[in-house]
């Protein structure tokens, strides 16, 4: 699209594909949905949390603060509509960031709140009273059941975050996993601003190894589906070939001659140019597959970030001085 700035200044961006659109929220601003059995889970267009309501009582994972006081509306009118109670007795912590946390506290402290044993050491750094520390904490797996309910809680490694783990519903066939792919949509700047790259990059493949046909992914209006996840590998995939076509064709030469003393005005020319050539064909290839890939800035972040992976993290970063 080469239309000119419409008039609130945004750039025209290519529609939104039908695959990327997700529920409509209700007047007050939130959609609860039905994931399976007693598991529900809860949006407000661009977040997600869940809950599973069981007759003991209700463990809630992830509390986004844009959906905030509607998390507890939510559970009130399907704790009704089923006949359980709505005390929310159980917590779990995705990972530690703020926008998918942040409205724990509102809970109070009667509530059993589980999390990642970094997940403890973040939060403690962070010192947020609007979220708790765990209460309970885990270094490999933790079995949590409630209720008649079981939920597997697991850390594989560090991917967006240190302390980020995969939340296993083996008797609702669903895993939630938050923050490394986006249903229908690109990752946002800098793979979806995450720290650890390999392990941001190998996640999908942990992701798909658990069985499951429904996945939380903790952003947009839809649940997620394992074609989803193969969509968001095969878009890191081209990144990443493109990344090793581009480091190995373009000939930084020409731009430390041009930076002449200026070593980093060099490395800027070299590794813009070799991003811009990353990143071209990718969003040419998913515009109008993926919302947003035409948002030059997300492909363009996300290639720069994996291309500097492949040099640092897995090298070679340049040849050898003979
Ligand atoms: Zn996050």
């Not at 700035?5 to 209700?26: C, E, F, H, K």
């Not at 089923?82 to 912590?93: L, S």
């Not at 394992?226 to 581009?246: C, T």
Request: glycine fraction near 8%; proline fraction near 8%.
């Amino acid at each position: 699209m080469t239309s000119p700035a419409s008039g609130d200044g945004q750039p025209d961006y290519a529609p939104i594909p039908p695959s990327a659109r997700g529920v409509t929220p209700n007047e007050q601003g939130y959609y609860v949905g039905r994931v399976e059995r007693n598991l529900y889970w809860v949006t407000d267009g661009v977040y997600q949390a869940a809950f599973l309501a069981t007759p003991d009582g209700v463990v809630l994972f992830d509390t986004p603060p844009s959906i905030g006081h509607n998390l507890r509306r939510a559970i009130d009118e399907i704790t009704a509509a089923e006949g359980v109670t709505n005390r929310v007795t159980h917590m779990v912590y995705s990972h530690h960031h703020d926008d998918h946390t942040g409205a724990s506290s509102i809970f109070g402290s009667d509530v059993v709140r589980i999390g990642h044993e970094e997940t403890r050491r973040l939060l403690l750094r962070d010192n947020n009273p609007a979220r708790p520390v765990p209460d309970v904490t885990f270094a490999d797996s933790y079995t949590l059941e409630v209720g008649g309910e079981r939920v597997e809680l697991s850390w594989r490694g560090p991917n967006h975050t240190p302390d980020n783990i995969y939340i296993h519903f083996p008797d609702h066939d669903t895993l939630m996993f938050i923050d490394v792919v986006n249903a229908g949509w690109v990752p946002i700047y800098n793979v979806n601003l995450s720290e650890d790259v390999p392990g941001y990059m190998a996640a999908p493949d942990i992701v798909l190894s658990f069985p499951w046909t429904h996945f939380i992914c903790g952003h947009l209006g839809r649940l997620a589906t394992r074609d989803d996840v193969l969509v968001h590998q095969q878009y890191i995939a081209d990144i990443e070939a493109s990344a090793r076509e581009a480091l190995a064709s373009v000939n930084p030469v020409p731009y430390y001659v041009a930076g002449g003393e200026n070593f980093w005005a060099g490395v800027k020319g070299h590794l813009n140019a070799v991003t811009e050539r990353t990143a071209a064909p990718v969003i040419a290839k998913y515009t109008g597959v993926l919302a947003a890939a035409d948002i030059a800035e997300f492909t363009y972040s996300t290639a720069f970030q994996i291309m500097q992976s492949l040099r640092l993290d897995r090298g070679p970063s340049g040849p050898v001085h003979p």
